[in-house]
Each structure stands twice: as structure tokens, then as C-alpha cells.
């Protein structure tokens, strides 16, 4: 690692090209590396807070790029910028490729199928340096699930952003010369306006973006380049500007221009006193980073300042005082933290797929100090693998003739295995050729007794079918069909009747509104279903059900936001939606209203009524319209699909106790029995067993995520659904 102390032409307009200056070598740079690799590793592993490690990384990358071009433009040297890029990304792809090929094997060999599609786009991602975004998109999607957090690629994005600033960054010193010449002004300036509006512009956006949406911008590259911009302000100024006609510009303890003012530091050099001070202070804040991160901060924002502004003060502090007796360098400088830090980009790489395959694979939360001591000595093993590997494959013919050659050769061998290993997903098919009858599928039909031996058939749904496992809906409304609030805040949908019921059978009710908009009339019953996703996943059965009695239902959803009466603690807009959804319902006076009564929660107490909920369903109740209050599903602390598909459905974590899924009781029976109209429909003796709740039930995976029923085993449960829905309204 080395770093200039000595400047070129002060005009890089007019200069003649110089020889290239000397540099120092710095080794608080290597050890720096060091410090940051070692606090991303045991922050990943041992905790789940943030570091600041990554934000390290990005202000050195940027203050070594930055200082390179600086020494060539002040030199009028050509900057080169399609042979820096291969040699850059020549350089980064191959220990990037070495781990693909190894993640995609592992990804084939033990991770669940169901995840296989998200983990080869994040492949791809990672080997054109845009995976930040993959992950950006994937924070934002309520559908797609938060899975972004525990995938073996996740730590790829650190890379993605840094990549992108090595294409961006040259451009702007090139662009920042160019004006510079132009405009017959010092390149340096000029360059400080150019950076300094990047840290301003990006700074900015990056607080706005981190309020609105952490998980996005967390990923965003835009929140970032700030970062990346303090390291080149820092390389700006901790190099001092040479004059015209000098090869050997002046050594940076002799400019007080820096500083302003002088230091008695160690060995009497001005300014050396500031930068002991800088040093140990930047090293402070790098540290103490994790515990200024709680659960509830969001990153990266202005909290992003404290481990970038830090490593800029080790930085600058670094130049004003080299080789300072009481200076930070001498601790960075220490035998292990420059080991660590020769090896930092290897261990980063490897360090994360190992602890997430760890996890996978023991099925465990957390990381015993042994294990995660064996991950870190793992990565370094691999690193070193890796290198040995790599000096193989630049040995080989074509691939040893050039930076260029190499790059594409690398990316082309990981692009090819990638393409295959999607091939060999698509045409997977492990159900194909077994019927699905209800003889090999009965799902609850088996909690009902119906039939004591099930065949021995793959489970469906497949991964490639969750995404379709939402719930039948029936058809969106109309324009005309949807209520004011509703359709600006959530959905509507409507299950009309396959028949016309028959003639004179109507409820009485002189309905008007929503319900009645969708063409419910005077006769057949006419039912709204009120809530989230949890709602929604039972219109499986209920439009069974609708079909089979000639019902009209009538569904106004907003994923997230369960029915109740206004709360303080549920979004603005989860009220307005409840608000507006309880006055269209009241006016389309319907036969019933079906809403989730509990909520059922990953952690004891496992489940509570609906806060406010009582108050909610009241103006129903005091219209004489009957509730059909249903009792929640269980929701676990994982994935149920993906740990079926990674263990087998008789594994014991995808079979949680009954106990620790559901209350012993049902909270809705008290209530219930306050409200004569408020009749508790409770499933749980179909979900789960009297000690259970699996995740398979007669070879149907029953959740498709960690709380979500999936419509296939939904399908199984029409004639529960159907008699407990008549029993409550009357009908037996």
C-alpha cells in the first residue's frame, strides 16, 4: 500500500508530462484494512449490528483511487482510462469469480429450491457489480419478503457500489481536468468543487432516502458516494500542491497550508501534534461505530458520518504526523492487523456464504465463538485457496495475454455456469408425472380424519408455484364498483356468483354502495371481507364456498394493515383505509362481514387479539350485521416453506410445538360471548395437530412463507371453511 506525500505542476493545463513522484509507503493504510475487515467479520457473525467497517472501505478506496489520479493529472501523464478499468476489474473479478462458482454450488447442493431463482439473479448482480440494486428492489417488495438479509451474496453489494465508483470516479477527475484546462484554472480547485458538491448532494439524499426507506437506501449507491467523496477530499488535502518544473515535490510536513497553524508534534514537525490528535480520535469513532447503531437506527444517514469521518481523520492524521511515537500508526502498523489487512478483500468475500451456509445447514440463530472463530480461520484458508488458484488460471494460455483477455475470460467462465445452472432450475420439475388428485394431495382432509395413510408423493406447491399462492381474489372492481378511499389506499375485489340465486331468496336488506354496486341485488347473500394478506389468503375457500351457495363477496384489502378501529400505533394510511373500508361496508349493509380477530405473533406470547378490535367490528354489531370473526394462522420465526424444502417436512424445527404457535385458548371466545352477532370461526384444529403445527399436511406445504397459508392447502380446507361460515350465519 502506498500513498504520495509529493506533487506535481501546479498548472496541469500547461505542464509538461513529469516523471511520476515518489511515494511513502504508509502501513497504517494496510492496518486500517485491517481494523475494518476484523469489525465487519465479528459484527456479521456474532452480532446483528452494523460496524461501519464497509464505510471504511469506501472512503480508503476512494482516497488510494483518487491520489493514483491525482499524481497523473498534475503530471500531465495520460490517464488511461480503458486499461486502468481492465486492470482494476481484472484484478477484482477473479476472487469474485472463484467464490460464484462456489456459492452456486452450494446454493445447488443445499439450499431450498424455493430460493434458487433469487440467489441466481443475485449472481448475476454480483458478477456486473449491480447486484446493490437487486437487493434494493427486493428490500422494497412486500411480495417478494424480506429474504435479502439472508442470502450468501448479500455482503456482494459493498462490492457493487465500490465497482460502480471505479467506473464513475475517473470520469469525474478526467472531467474535473478537462474543465480545469478549459476554463485555465488549477486542476485542483476545481476538483475540491467537484467533490465537495458530490458529499453535499449525496449527503443529502442519503438522510431524505434513509428516512423515507432504510432498506432501500441502505443498498443505494446514491446514498454512498458521499462517502466515497470525503476519501477523495481527504487525498486532496493531505497532498500539497507542487510547483511548476519540480519532480520531487515538497514532503506534506513541511505545508502548513493544511493546517493553518503549527504543531509540536513528535520530532518538532509542524503539525504533527493535530495529527496524533486526528489519528487516535478517527480511530476512536471508527470503533465505538457499533455502539452508536442500535435495532432502530437507521443506516446509512447521518450516522454513516461517524466511522467515514473517522477513517478520514486516521487519513489526514496519518500525513501530518508519519511515524509519530504517540501516533494511532504504531498501533496500526501491528504485525496482525497489517496480516489482516494483506488479506482483508479475500476474508470479506468469504466470511459472509460461510456463516449464512453455517446457519443453514446447523439450523441455528446464532454462532457459538468456536464456530465463528472457525468461519474467520475458513476464510483465510479460502483466501489463500483462492490466490493459488488464480495464479493457475493466469498461467493459461489466453488468459495470461492481457488484462482484457482475462476479464472476459473470467466473467464469461462464471456467465456460462450461471446460464446452466437456470437451465437446470427451469426444467426441474419434481412433481412432473404425478397426478394431483385429491387422493395424492388430501391436506386437511388428514386433520380431519378422512383417511389414515398418505402417498408417498413430492409436496407441492413447488418453489416455481409460491409466488401464485396468495389467495383466489375472484376480479378486481370497476372504478365504478370501488369506494371512495378504497382503491387510492388498497384493493378491491369482487367473487360474484357462477349462478343466479334463486328468485325471491333475497335478505331484505335495501343495499346500496360497494356491495350492492357489484351487482349483489335483493337476492343471494352478500358477504365483505375486511383486512391484510392474512384476509386475503382465506378467499381461497371462501370463494369455494361463495360459488357453491350463490354468495356475492365483496373483499377490500391493503396488505399489512389488519382491520381494526383507528390505532396510533398503525400507519396513517392503514387507518384512513380502515376508516374508508368501515363506512362503505356499513353503507352497503352487507349479510356479514368476515374479518381476522387475532394476531398471532413469531414470539411468546404467540398471539393476542387484534389491538382495538373490538371497537372496530362495534359499528357493524350496532347495525345488526353478524361478524365472522376468524382466529389467526400460527406465524413462526422462519420461513416454513424454505425449511421444509432445506430439512425435510418431519424435521423437528419445521413441526413447532402447538404450544409455542397459538395460545391455549382462542382470545375471540370471550369476546364472542359478549356479542351475540360476533360468532369466532377457529381453523387451528386444521392447521395444526393436538401437539403440532407442521409444515406439511398431506403433502401440501401449508405456509408459503413464515405466516402465509398457501392457496393450495387453502383449496382442502372449503368444507370447514363452508361449515363453520354456515353454521355462524345459521344455516346448518
Not at 52 to 76: K, M, N, P, Q, Y
Not at 184 to 206: C, D, E, H, I, M
Not at 259 to 283: D, F, I, K, N, R
Not at 600 to 625: C, T
Request: hydrophobic share 45%.
Amino acid at each position: 500500500m502506498t500513498f504520495p506525500t509529493l506533487t506535481a505542476p501546479a498548472s496541469s493545463d500547461t505542464a509538461p508530462a513529469t516523471p511520476a513522484p515518489r511515494v511513502q509507503h504508509r502501513p497504517d493504510l494496510q492496518g486500517l484494512r485491517g481494523v475494518a475487515v476484523l469489525l465487519v467479520v465479528v459484527f456479521h457473525v456474532w452480532t446483528d449490528r452494523v460496524s461501519g467497517g464497509v464505510d471504511v472501505f469506501f472512503v480508503l478506496s476512494a482516497f488510494l483511487l483518487t491520489g493514483s489520479f491525482l499524481r497523473r493529472i498534475e503530471h500531465g501523464r495520460p490517464l488511461g482510462l480503458a486499461g486502468y478499468w481492465a486492470r482494476t476489474f481484472a484484478r477484482l473479478i477473479g476472487p469474485v469469480a472463484v467464490l460464484l462458482l462456489a456459492v452456486l454450488a452450494a446454493v445447488l447442493a443445499l439450499f431450498p429450491p424455493s430460493r434458487w431463482a433469487e440467489l441466481l439473479t443475485q449472481a448475476w448482480g454480483s458478477l456486473f457489480y449491480v447486484v446493490n440494486w437487486v437487493l434494493a428492489a427486493q428490500a422494497v417488495d412486500y411480495y417478494a419478503g424480506n429474504t435479502a438479509a439472508t442470502t450468501p451474496l448479500q455482503h456482494m453489494w459493498s462490492l457493487s457500489v465500490q465497482g460502480q465508483v471505479f467506473l464513475i470516479w475517473p470520469l469525474l477527475l478526467a472531467g474535473a481536468g478537462a474543465a480545469a484546462r478549459r476554463a485555465g484554472l488549477r486542476f485542483r480547485p476545481v476538483a475540491w468543487a467537484v467533490f465537495g458538491g458530490v458529499f453535499a448532494v449525496s449527503l443529502a439524499w442519503s438522510v431524505v432516502a434513509t428516512a423515507a426507506g432504510p432498506e432501500a437506501a441502505y443498498f443505494s449507491t446514491w446514498t454512498r458516494l458521499w462517502e466515497f467523496a470525503l476519501g477523495s477530499m481527504a487525498a486532496l488535502a493531505v497532498t500539497a500542491p507542487a510547483h511548476p518544473g519540480t519532480a520531487r515535490p515538497k514532503p506534506l510536513r513541511s505545508a502548513r497550508w493544511l493546517v493553518g497553524v503549527p504543531g509540536a508534534g513528535p520530532g518538532g514537525s509542524p503539525g504533527a501534534g493535530l495529527g496524533v490528535v486526528l489519528g487516535w480520535a478517527g480511530l476512536v469513532a471508527v470503533l465505538a461505530t457499533p455502539s452508536l447503531i442500535g435495532p432502530e437506527t437507521r443506516f446509512p444517514g447521518t450516522v454513516a458520518l461517524a466511522p467515514t469521518l473517522g477513517a478520514v481523520g486516521i487519513l489526514v492524521g496519518g500525513a501530518l504526523a508519519p511515524g509519530a511515537r504517540a501516533g494511532v500508526g504504531r498501533v496500526l502498523a501491528a504485525g496482525p492487523l497489517q496480516w489482516f489487512g494483506d488479506r482483508a478483500y479475500g476474508i470479506y468475500l468469504w466470511h459472509w456464504p460461510l456463516l449464512i451456509t453455517y446457519l443453514l445447514v446447523t439450523a441455528r440463530g446464532t454462532v457459538p465463538v468456536v464456530a465463528g472463530l472457525g468461519i474467520l480461520a475458513a476464510s483465510v484458508v479460502l483466501t489463500r485457496a483462492t490466490a493459488l488458484l488464480l495464479a493457475g488460471w493466469r498461467a493459461l494460455p489466453g488468459v495470461r495475454a492481457g488484462s482484457g483477455a482475462r476479464l472476459t475470460a473470467t466473467a464469461l467462465l462464471v456467465a456460462v455456469a450461471v446460464t446452466g445452472a437456470q437451465q437446470y432450475t427451469i426444467l426441474r420439475d419434481p412433481t412432473a408425472g404425478v397426478e394431483r388428485t385429491a387422493a395424492n394431495y388430501p391436506g386437511a382432509a388428514v386433520l380431519r380424519g378422512q383417511l389414515s395413510e398418505v402417498p408417498d408423493v413430492p409436496i407441492i406447491p413447488t418453489e416455481t408455484e409460491r409466488d401464485q399462492e396468495w389467495g383466489d381474489t375472484g376480479e378486481p372492481c370497476t372504478s365504478e364498483q370501488t369506494p371512495a378511499g378504497i382503491g387510492e389506499l388498497g384493493e378491491c375485489w369482487i367473487i360474484a356468483p357462477d349462478r343466479a340465486p334463486d328468485a325471491g331468496s333475497g335478505t331484505g336488506n335495501d343495499n346500496s354502495g360497494g356491495a350492492d354496486a357489484a351487482g349483489a341485488g335483493d337476492s343471494g347473500r352478500t358477504l365483505v371481507v375486511l383486512g391484510d394478506s392474512h384476509a386475503r389468503q382465506l378467499l381461497t375457500p371462501i370463494h369455494r364456498v361463495a360459488d357453491a351457495q350463490g354468495w356475492t363477496v365483496v373483499s377490500y384489502l391493503r396488505m399489512a394493515c389488519r382491520y381494526t378501529a383507528e390505532s396510533e400505533n398503525y400507519q396513517a394510511e392503514c387507518n384512513d383505509f380502515n376508516t374508508a373500508a368501515r363506512e362503505a361496508t356499513l353503507e352497503a349493509d352487507p349479510d356479514a362481514v368476515v374479518t381476522i380477530g387475532t394476531l398471532s405473533l413469531p414470539q411468546a406470547p404467540h398471539e393476542k387479539l387484534v389491538e382495538g378490535y373490538e371497537d372496530g367490528v362495534r359499528p357493524f354489531l350496532d347495525a345488526g350485521i353478524p361478524v365472522l370473526a376468524f382466529r389467526d394462522n400460527p406465524r413462526f420465526p422462519f420461513d416454513m416453506f424454505e425449511c421444509v424444502e432445506t430439512y425435510g417436512p418431519d424435521r423437528d424445527r419445521c413441526n413447532p410445538p402447538r404450544a409455542e404457535s397459538l395460545l391455549p385458548v382462542n382470545p375471540l371466545e370471550e369476546l364472542a360471548a359478549r356479542h351475540e352477532d360476533l360468532h369466532s370461526i377457529d381453523l387451528t384444529d386444521r392447521l395444526c395437530t393436538e401437539t403440532t403445527c407442521p409444515g406439511v399436511v398431506g403433502n401440501i406445504m401449508v405456509y408459503r412463507d413464515l405466516d402465509h397459508v398457501t392457496s393450495t392447502y387453502g383449496e382442502t380446507l372449503v368444507p370447514d371453511v363452508e361449515a363453520r361460515m354456515l353454521e355462524a350465519l345459521g344455516r346448518t
